[in-house]
């Protein structure tokens, strides 16, 4: 099946900080989204993003499904940031979602 | 008010018990989901649902069963509880028609099975 990887594992970061969290899968895909969750458990969309571009405040993630990478960009970062980010895409002619295992941030202040 | 609502939040039981976990939603969504986490890893896909006739099974359904009640209701259920059933439980929701579409998931709920 189709593998989600994701980098860096753990990421450490002073509050206003720039950050780029990366998603890689194994094989072509027509959705990916990112999630949060918070350092309470709740799990929140952040981005439906096939392909392409979006921004919505401070995060920005852009997906590059021909070469099967997707980027979340965090800009700004402020201590409610911190949390566990995870990809998650489509297993190939499933409703199986694969999520990666996800980039643990950390914002100090 | 939340759109996908779980209960309870957190339960503890015993080796052995029947436990079922809830979940609503009012965005109107005909798929539901049901997902358990563990530390460290991401989110597994229990069992889902298309519509109130429709069940599959996930990639880690055995020791597990669900029940669609209605559009709006999808309950999961630990026939005999076993300690390795220990996570964090999640159910989302997505819209019909397109099943790729983003899903949308509840609060969660922790249980722990001593």
């Known amino acids: 099946g189709i593998q989600v990887e994701q980098s860096p594992p753990d990421l450490i970061l002073q509050e206003g900080a720039n950050s780029t969290l990366r998603c890689n899968f194994s094989?072509?895909?027509?959705?990916l989204q990112w999630f949060h969750q918070n350092p309470w458990g709740q799990l929140i969309n952040l981005f439906y993003?096939?392909?392409g571009t979006k921004q919505n405040g401070r995060l920005s993630a852009t997906t590059v499904a021909t070469e099967r990478y997707s980027l979340l960009y965090i800009s700004s970062s402020q201590t409610t940031d911190s949390g566990v980010y995870f990809c998650?895409?489509?297993?190939?002619?499933?409703?199986?979602?694969?999520f990666g295992k996800g980039t643990k941030l950390t914002v100090n202040p | 008010d939340a759109d996908v609502t779980q209960t309870p939040r957190n339960r503890i039981t015993k080796t052995g018990k029947r436990i079922m976990l809830e979940c609503s939603q009012t965005k109107g969504h005909d798929r539901m989901y049901w997902y358990r986490q563990d530390p460290g890893l991401g989110l597994r896909l229990i069992y889902y649902s298309f519509d109130v006739k429709d069940i599959n099974k996930g990639e880690i359904s055995d020791g597990y069963s669900v029940s669609r009640q209605a559009q709006a209701k999808f309950s999961l259920s630990l026939e005999s509880a076993i300690p390795n059933q220990t996570a964090l439980y999640f159910c989302a929701t997505s819209a019909g028609g397109v099943w790729w579409e983003t899903q949308y998931f509840g609060p969660g709920t922790r249980l722990l099975v001593l």
């Open positions: 998650a895409v489509p297993q190939g002619g499933s409703e199986k979602l694969v």
């Open positions: 094989d072509s895909v027509n959705n």
């Open positions: 993003i096939p392909s």
